[in-house]
C-alpha cells in the first residue's frame, strides 16, 4: 500500500486530532510497513492507539501548563509575568514519546520475527520433512540474530532439526523425505518405539526388553 493510502486511511481511523496534516505525514513516513507487507489489522490498531496516546498526553500537558502560566500571571509576588513554557512538561512528553517509540520499535521487530518463523514453518512442506512436529518446534527454538533472513534461519533449523532426529531415532532416522510420523495406533508406530527403545537399550540408556 502506498504511503498516500496509508496516512489516508490513518487519518481517517484517528477521526478528529489535534495534529497536523504534516505531523501526521511524517510519522507515517517514519513507521511504513517492510517492504512487501501490506498493513494488517495489527497495524492499525497499533499507530492509531500510538497517536491518541500522544495526542492526549500532549494536550494534558499543554492544559497544564496553561494553567501554570495563568497563577504565575495572577500571583502578586511576580508583577511582570513571563509566559511558562514548562521545561519539565516538554521533557516529559519527549519522554514518553521515546518510550512509545521504542515500544513500537519492538512491535515491529517481533512482528518481523514472527513473519520469519512462519515463512521457515512453512518451509517444512516444501523439505517434506518426517517429523513435522519435531520441526515446528525447533523453528521456535532457533535465536534469531539481527540481520537473518529466512535462508540463514532456515539452515540453522535444519541443522538442529538433524540433530534432534538423530538424538531421538538414531543415526538411521531419515530426517525429510515426507515419511512422517507413523500413527500411534497403527504397528508402524509400535515398530519405531520397539526400534528406538532397542537402539537406547544397547547404548545402555535402557534395561534390554525381555
Same mark, same amino acid.
Request: proline content about 5%; glycine content about 6%; cysteine-free.
Given at each position: 500500500?502506498? /504511503?498516500?493510502?496509508?496516512?489516508?486511511?490513518?487519518?481517517?481511523?484517528?477521526? =478528529?486530532?489535534?495534529?497536523?496534516?504534516?505531523? !501526521?505525514?511524517?510519522?507515517?513516513? /517514519?513507521?511504513?510497513?517492510?517492504?512487501?507487507?501490506?498493513?494488517?489489522? &495489527?497495524?492499525?490498531?497499533?499507530?492509531?492507539?500510538?497517536? /491518541?496516546?500522544?495526542?492526549?498526553?500532549?494536550?494534558?500537558?499543554?492544559?497544564? &501548563?496553561?494553567?501554570?502560566?495563568?497563577?504565575?500571571?495572577?500571583?502578586?509576588?511576580?508583577?511582570?509575568?513571563?509566559?511558562?513554557?514548562?521545561?519539565?512538561?516538554?521533557?516529559?512528553?519527549?519522554?514518553?514519546?521515546?518510550?512509545?517509540?521504542?515500544?513500537?520499535?519492538? *512491535?515491529?521487530?517481533?512482528?518481523?520475527?514472527?513473519?520469519?518463523?512462519?515463512?521457515?514453518?512453512?518451509?517444512?512442506? *516444501?523439505?517434506?520433512?518426517?517429523? =513435522?512436529? !519435531?520441526?515446528?518446534?525447533?523453528?521456535?527454538?532457533?535465536?534469531?540474530?539481527?540481520?537473518?533472513?529466512?535462508?540463514?534461519?532456515?539452515?540453522?533449523?535444519? =541443522?538442529?532439526?538433524?540433530?534432534?532426529?538423530?538424538?531421538? !531415532?538414531? *543415526?538411521?532416522?531419515?530426517?525429510?523425505?515426507?515419511?512422517?510420523?507413523?500413527?500411534?495406533?497403527?504397528?508402524?508406530?509400535?515398530?519405531?518405539?520397539?526400534?528406538?527403545?532397542?537402539?537406547?537399550?544397547? *547404548?545402555?540408556?535402557?534395561?534390554? =526388553?525381555?
Amino acid at each position: 500500500m502506498e /504511503k498516500e493510502k496509508i496516512l489516508s486511511t490513518l487519518t481517517e481511523k484517528l477521526g =478528529k486530532t489535534s495534529f497536523s496534516q504534516k505531523t !501526521l505525514e511524517t510519522y507515517v513516513g /517514519k513507521h511504513l510497513p517492510s517492504e512487501g507487507t501490506e498493513p494488517d489489522d &495489527a497495524y492499525w490498531a497499533l499507530h492509531t492507539e500510538v497517536l /491518541k496516546t500522544l495526542e492526549g498526553q500532549y494536550n494534558h500537558d499543554v492544559a497544564e &501548563a496553561v494553567e501554570e502560566a495563568k497563577k504565575n500571571f495572577a500571583s502578586p509576588q511576580n508583577p511582570n509575568p513571563k509566559p511558562n513554557t514548562t521545561p519539565l512538561a516538554d521533557d516529559a512528553i519527549t519522554k514518553r514519546l521515546e518510550a512509545l517509540e521504542k515500544a513500537l520499535a519492538d *512491535e515491529k521487530k517481533k512482528s518481523s520475527m514472527d513473519m520469519l518463523r512462519n515463512s521457515v514453518l512453512e518451509k517444512g512442506q *516444501e523439505l517434506k520433512v518426517s517429523n =513435522k512436529s !519435531l520441526w515446528n518446534d525447533v523453528v521456535k527454538m532457533v535465536e534469531i540474530a539481527d540481520g537473518m533472513d529466512d535462508t540463514q534461519l532456515t539452515e540453522s533449523a535444519k =541443522k538442529l532439526y538433524e540433530e534432534r532426529l538423530k538424538s531421538y !531415532l538414531g *543415526e538411521g532416522a531419515t530426517p525429510y523425505g515426507g515419511g512422517g510420523t507413523a500413527s500411534p495406533d497403527s504397528k508402524e508406530y509400535e515398530k519405531e518405539l520397539d526400534d528406538f527403545f532397542n537402539r537406547k537399550a544397547k *547404548e545402555g540408556k535402557f534395561p534390554e =526388553k525381555k
